[in-house]
C-alpha cells in the first residue's frame, strides 16, 4: 500500500539549516508530483513547496521562497526539504504528500521542526 | 494567490443532522482543482473530495463537493459522530497551492 514516512525534524536554533527526507513506497513514485505542507502549533494547513514527478520544476511559497529547497531522488524513492535560515515562524509539522489531478491523496504522519533559541 | 475564506469557522451541529461548509476563492480556480480534507487531531489530513465533486477511494457517499469558479461547498448529508473533526478546502490548480483556513466541525 501507498505509503509516506518523513523523517529529519529536530530542535534547531534560528539562522540553523535542516533536512528533512520522504521514503515514499508502494506506488510509482517517479509518476507523481510531491509537496510539502506545514501545520504550525493549534494552526491551519500551509502549502510550502511542490515539486514536478521529474524534478523539472520546483514551486515555493513566499514565506520560505529562497530559503527552502525541494529535490527529489526517484532512484531512491525519496522526496527532501532543505531547510535553511530557520527562522521561530518556521516551527510546525512537516507533512508530505502526494500530488495529482486527484488532489494530495496520500500524506505522511510527519515530522516536528522545532526553532527556537 | 488565490485566498480561500472559509465559513463559518466553527460549526456546532449534532449526529444525523446535515452539515454545510462553504469555501470562496479570490478568482476562479483553474479546472475545479478544488479539494476538501478532514483532519482529526494528531493526524495528517485525509482527502474527501477532489476535483471540486468527485469522492475520494473509500469515502462514504454522505460526503459530497459541489461548486465551480469561487464557490465552493461540501456538504455531509447525516453526520455521524466520527466525522466530527476539521475540513480544510484547497486549490491545487495553480501554485501556490493554498489552503483555506478549516471549518471546525463540533459536536452540539
Known amino acids: 500500500q501507498t505509503q509516506l514516512v518523513e523523517s529529519g525534524g529536530g530542535v534547531v536554533q534560528p539562522g540553523t539549516s535542516l533536512r528533512l527526507s520522504c521514503a515514499a513506497s508502494g506506488f510509482i513514485f517517479s509518476a507523481y508530483g510531491m509537496h510539502w505542507v506545514r501545520q504550525a502549533p493549534g494552526k491551519g494547513l500551509e502549502w510550502v513547496a511542490g515539486?514536478?514527478?521529474?524534478?523539472?520544476?520546483?514551486y515555493y511559497a513566499d514565506s520560505v521562497k529562497a530559503r527552502f529547497i525541494v529535490s527529489r531522488d526517484n532512484t531512491k524513492n525519496t522526496l527532501y526539504l532543505q531547510l535553511n535560515r530557520l527562522r521561530v515562524e518556521d516551527t510546525a509539522v512537516y507533512y508530505c504528500?502526494?500530488?495529482?489531478?486527484?488532489?494530495?491523496?496520500?500524506w505522511g504522519q510527519g515530522t516536528m521542526v522545532t526553532v527556537s533559541s | 494567490e488565490i485566498v480561500l475564506t472559509q465559513s463559518p469557522g466553527t460549526l456546532s451541529l449534532s449526529p444525523g443532522e446535515r452539515a454545510t461548509l462553504s469555501c470562496r476563492a479570490s478568482?476562479?480556480?483553474?479546472?475545479?482543482?478544488l479539494a476538501w480534507y478532514q483532519q482529526k487531531p494528531g493526524q495528517p489530513p485525509r482527502l474527501l473530495i477532489y476535483g471540486a465533486s468527485s469522492r475520494a477511494t473509500g469515502i462514504p457517499d454522505r460526503f459530497s463537493g459541489s461548486g465551480s469558479g469561487t464557490d465552493f461547498t461540501l456538504t455531509i448529508s447525516r453526520l455521524q459522530p466520527e466525522d466530527f473533526a476539521v475540513y480544510y478546502c484547497q486549490q491545487y490548480g495553480n501554485s501556490p497551492y493554498t489552503f483555506g483556513q478549516g471549518t471546525k466541525l463540533e459536536i452540539k
Open positions: 478568482q476562479n480556480v483553474f479546472s475545479s482543482y
Open positions: 515539486i514536478r514527478y521529474d524534478g523539472s520544476n520546483e
Open positions: 504528500a502526494r500530488g495529482g489531478e486527484k488532489g494530495f491523496d496520500a
